[in-house]
Protein backbone atom coordinates (compact mmCIF):
# COMPACT_ATOMS: atom_id res chain seq x y z
CA UNK A 1 0.00 0.00 0.00
CA UNK A 2 0.97 3.40 -0.51
CA UNK A 3 1.67 5.95 2.69
CA UNK A 4 -0.81 8.83 2.41
CA UNK A 5 0.52 10.98 5.19
CA UNK A 6 3.44 12.45 7.48
CA UNK A 7 3.25 13.68 10.40
CA UNK A 8 6.57 14.14 11.73
CA UNK A 9 8.60 16.59 9.63
CA UNK A 10 10.65 19.79 10.59
CA UNK A 11 11.79 23.17 8.71
CA UNK A 12 14.22 25.58 9.16
CA UNK A 13 12.30 26.82 11.97
CA UNK A 14 13.88 23.76 14.17
CA UNK A 15 17.39 25.13 13.58
CA UNK A 16 19.00 22.34 12.53
CA UNK A 17 16.83 21.74 9.43
CA UNK A 18 17.36 22.86 5.99
CA UNK A 19 13.51 23.56 4.01
CA UNK A 20 10.96 26.03 4.25
CA UNK A 21 6.78 24.78 5.03
CA UNK A 22 6.40 25.81 1.48
CA UNK A 23 9.33 23.40 0.29
CA UNK A 24 7.86 20.78 2.38
CA UNK A 25 4.57 20.84 1.12
CA UNK A 26 5.42 20.66 -2.29
CA UNK A 27 7.58 17.85 -1.49
CA UNK A 28 4.41 16.57 0.23
CA UNK A 29 2.34 16.79 -2.55
CA UNK A 30 4.82 15.70 -5.39
CA UNK A 31 4.68 12.09 -3.11
CA UNK A 32 0.92 12.38 -3.41
CA UNK A 33 0.50 12.44 0.36
CA UNK A 34 -2.80 13.81 1.17
CA UNK A 35 -1.78 15.42 4.59
CA UNK A 36 1.55 16.58 5.80
CA UNK A 37 2.16 17.62 10.05
CA UNK A 38 5.15 20.18 10.07
CA UNK A 39 6.45 19.50 13.92
CA UNK A 40 8.97 22.15 14.52
CA UNK A 41 11.13 21.19 17.58
CA UNK A 42 9.53 23.04 21.08
CA UNK A 43 12.23 25.59 22.37
CA UNK A 44 14.23 23.56 24.28
CA UNK A 45 16.43 22.00 21.71
CA UNK A 46 19.20 24.37 20.92
CA UNK A 47 18.37 26.44 17.89
CA UNK A 48 14.74 25.60 17.99
CA UNK A 49 11.91 28.63 17.53
CA UNK A 50 10.55 30.32 20.65
CA UNK A 51 6.90 29.70 21.72
CA UNK A 52 6.15 32.82 19.76
CA UNK A 53 6.60 30.87 16.51
CA UNK A 54 4.02 27.86 17.89
CA UNK A 55 1.55 31.53 18.82
CA UNK A 56 1.77 32.69 14.97
CA UNK A 57 1.02 28.91 12.99
CA UNK A 58 -2.57 30.70 12.50
CA UNK A 59 -1.29 32.60 9.36
CA UNK A 60 -0.19 29.51 7.42
CA UNK A 61 -2.43 28.20 5.44
CA UNK A 62 -3.46 24.88 6.34
CA UNK A 63 -4.16 23.85 2.26
CA UNK A 64 -0.55 24.21 -0.20
CA UNK A 65 -0.50 22.30 -3.17
CA UNK A 66 -3.28 20.03 -2.83
CA UNK A 67 -2.25 18.92 0.60
CA UNK A 68 -3.62 19.69 3.61
CA UNK A 69 -1.16 20.87 6.33
CA UNK A 70 -1.42 20.65 10.16
CA UNK A 71 0.87 22.94 11.95
CA UNK A 72 2.15 21.75 15.22
CA UNK A 73 5.03 20.90 17.30
CA UNK A 74 7.51 18.07 18.51
CA UNK A 75 7.67 18.86 22.36
CA UNK A 76 10.37 17.94 24.74
CA UNK A 77 9.59 15.14 27.51
CA UNK A 78 12.28 16.67 29.92
CA UNK A 79 12.36 14.34 33.07
CA UNK A 80 11.25 11.49 34.49
CA UNK A 81 7.62 13.09 35.92
CA UNK A 82 6.97 13.39 32.39
CA UNK A 83 7.14 17.52 32.15
CA UNK A 84 6.96 18.82 28.76
CA UNK A 85 8.50 22.65 27.84
CA UNK A 86 5.23 24.38 26.11
CA UNK A 87 2.32 24.80 28.29
CA UNK A 88 -1.44 24.24 27.49
CA UNK A 89 -1.91 27.50 26.65
CA UNK A 90 -0.05 26.95 23.59
CA UNK A 91 -1.32 23.58 22.80
CA UNK A 92 -4.89 25.63 22.23
CA UNK A 93 -2.65 26.69 18.87
CA UNK A 94 -1.79 23.59 17.52
CA UNK A 95 -3.09 21.26 15.17
CA UNK A 96 -0.81 18.63 16.06
CA UNK A 97 1.29 17.33 19.03
CA UNK A 98 3.80 15.17 19.21
CA UNK A 99 6.61 13.97 21.92
CA UNK A 100 9.11 12.93 22.45
CA UNK A 101 12.67 12.48 24.07
CA UNK A 102 16.15 13.99 22.95
CA UNK A 103 19.27 13.60 24.71
CA UNK A 104 20.24 17.77 24.46
CA UNK A 105 17.01 18.02 27.06
CA UNK A 106 16.69 15.17 28.87
CA UNK A 107 17.22 14.08 32.21
CA UNK A 108 16.23 10.86 32.76
CA UNK A 109 16.61 7.84 35.40
CA UNK A 110 16.28 3.96 35.32
CA UNK A 111 14.22 2.22 32.82
CA UNK A 112 11.10 2.00 35.10
CA UNK A 113 10.97 5.97 35.79
CA UNK A 114 12.06 6.66 31.78
CA UNK A 115 9.08 4.49 31.45
CA UNK A 116 6.49 6.17 33.79
CA UNK A 117 7.85 9.59 32.40
CA UNK A 118 6.55 8.49 28.87
CA UNK A 119 3.63 7.26 30.52
CA UNK A 120 2.38 10.66 31.76
CA UNK A 121 2.75 11.95 28.59
CA UNK A 122 0.71 9.28 26.93
CA UNK A 123 -1.84 10.00 29.42
CA UNK A 124 -1.81 13.61 28.70
CA UNK A 125 -4.75 14.21 26.44
CA UNK A 126 -3.08 16.52 24.30
CA UNK A 127 -0.72 13.94 22.97
CA UNK A 128 -1.66 12.63 19.82
CA UNK A 129 1.87 10.72 18.73
CA UNK A 130 4.96 9.75 20.99
CA UNK A 131 7.91 10.23 18.25
CA UNK A 132 10.71 7.49 17.97
CA UNK A 133 10.19 5.90 21.22
CA UNK A 134 12.46 2.94 19.77
CA UNK A 135 15.13 4.90 19.26
CA UNK A 136 17.30 4.09 22.63
CA UNK A 137 17.92 7.27 23.85
CA UNK A 138 16.26 6.21 27.30
CA UNK A 139 15.59 2.37 27.75
CA UNK A 140 11.77 1.93 28.36
CA UNK A 141 9.18 -1.04 28.99
CA UNK A 142 7.40 -1.14 25.75
CA UNK A 143 5.11 -3.11 26.98
CA UNK A 144 3.08 -0.79 29.31
CA UNK A 145 3.51 2.01 26.64
CA UNK A 146 1.40 -0.16 24.19
CA UNK A 147 -1.21 -0.64 26.41
CA UNK A 148 -1.45 2.54 27.39
CA UNK A 149 -1.07 3.92 23.73
CA UNK A 150 -3.93 1.37 22.67
CA UNK A 151 -6.04 2.97 26.41
CA UNK A 152 -5.66 6.77 24.92
CA UNK A 153 -5.56 6.60 21.65
CA UNK A 154 -2.05 8.03 21.33
CA UNK A 155 0.17 6.65 18.15
CA UNK A 156 3.67 5.89 19.07
CA UNK A 157 5.45 6.16 15.98
CA UNK A 158 8.06 3.76 14.36
CA UNK A 159 10.69 6.57 13.09
CA UNK A 160 12.36 5.74 9.75
CA UNK A 161 15.26 8.38 10.51
CA UNK A 162 16.47 6.73 13.55
CA UNK A 163 17.10 3.54 12.13
CA UNK A 164 19.55 5.21 9.06
CA UNK A 165 22.87 3.46 9.41
CA UNK A 166 24.78 6.98 9.75
CA UNK A 167 22.74 7.86 13.23
CA UNK A 168 24.45 4.57 14.94
CA UNK A 169 21.12 3.93 16.75
CA UNK A 170 22.33 0.15 17.05
CA UNK A 171 19.01 -1.07 18.93
CA UNK A 172 16.67 0.85 16.81
CA UNK A 173 15.49 -1.80 14.62
CA UNK A 174 15.42 -4.25 17.64
CA UNK A 175 13.30 -2.21 19.77
CA UNK A 176 11.15 -1.20 16.77
CA UNK A 177 10.43 -4.71 16.15
CA UNK A 178 9.62 -5.72 19.50
CA UNK A 179 6.99 -2.70 19.37
CA UNK A 180 5.44 -3.55 16.57
CA UNK A 181 5.55 -6.94 18.04
CA UNK A 182 3.65 -6.14 20.70
CA UNK A 183 1.05 -3.88 19.09
CA UNK A 184 0.43 -6.80 16.60
CA UNK A 185 0.03 -8.98 19.36
CA UNK A 186 -2.58 -6.32 21.04
CA UNK A 187 -4.02 -5.30 17.87
CA UNK A 188 -2.65 -1.47 18.77
CA UNK A 189 -2.08 0.99 15.39
CA UNK A 190 0.77 2.72 14.61
CA UNK A 191 2.11 5.28 12.54
CA UNK A 192 5.28 5.51 11.09
CA UNK A 193 7.27 8.53 10.95
CA UNK A 194 10.22 10.10 7.99
CA UNK A 195 11.34 12.80 10.59
CA UNK A 196 12.16 14.69 7.74
CA UNK A 197 14.90 17.52 7.93
CA UNK A 198 14.69 18.51 4.42
CA UNK A 199 12.13 18.30 1.91
CA UNK A 200 13.90 15.59 0.06
CA UNK A 201 13.04 13.08 3.32
CA UNK A 202 9.21 13.92 3.39
CA UNK A 203 7.91 10.48 3.08
CA UNK A 204 10.94 8.47 3.38
CA UNK A 205 10.00 5.43 5.10
CA UNK A 206 12.91 2.92 3.60
CA UNK A 207 14.44 2.22 6.58
CA UNK A 208 10.78 1.25 8.56
CA UNK A 209 8.93 -0.66 5.86
CA UNK A 210 10.91 -3.76 5.69
CA UNK A 211 10.49 -3.69 9.74
CA UNK A 212 6.70 -4.17 9.18
CA UNK A 213 6.91 -6.93 6.52
CA UNK A 214 9.41 -8.63 8.58
CA UNK A 215 7.17 -8.60 11.34
CA UNK A 216 4.18 -9.19 9.76
CA UNK A 217 2.81 -6.16 10.70
CA UNK A 218 -0.73 -5.87 9.41
CA UNK A 219 -1.89 -3.02 6.83
CA UNK A 220 -5.09 -2.01 8.86
CA UNK A 221 -2.86 -0.96 11.60
CA UNK A 222 0.01 1.49 9.64
CA UNK A 223 -2.32 4.69 9.75
CA UNK A 224 -0.27 6.28 7.11
CA UNK A 225 -2.52 4.46 4.78
CA UNK A 226 -5.99 5.67 6.53
CA UNK A 227 -5.74 9.77 6.68
CA UNK A 228 -9.19 9.92 7.48
CA UNK A 229 -9.07 6.97 9.99
CA UNK A 230 -5.80 8.16 11.71
CA UNK A 231 -7.80 11.71 12.25
CA UNK A 232 -11.00 10.57 13.74
CA UNK A 233 -8.71 8.16 15.92
CA UNK A 234 -6.56 11.18 17.02
CA UNK A 235 -9.59 13.63 17.70
CA UNK A 236 -8.48 15.60 14.97
CA UNK A 237 -11.10 16.98 12.44
CA UNK A 238 -11.14 15.52 9.32
CA UNK A 239 -11.82 18.69 7.60
CA UNK A 240 -10.48 22.03 7.71
CA UNK A 241 -12.02 24.20 9.87
Known amino acids: MTPLLDLHTHTV ?17 DCKLQILGITDHAPSI ?32 LDTTGRLDLDEQHYRMLDL ?14 RQQN ?6 VIHNPWTHIISHPGDGTAELLFEPLVLAARATHTLLEINA ?38 SFSVADYEYALPLLEASQFPDELVMNYYPDECLRYL ?7
Open 161 to 198: SSMKPCRHKDVAVPNNIEILRLCRHYDVPIILGSDAHI
Open 115 to 120: TDAMLA
Open 97 to 110: RIAGIHSLCWQGGT
Open 13 to 29: ASGHAYSTVQEMARAAA
Open 46 to 77: PGAPQSIYFRNLHVVPRMMYGVRLLMGAELNI
Open 235 to 241: NIPTSIE
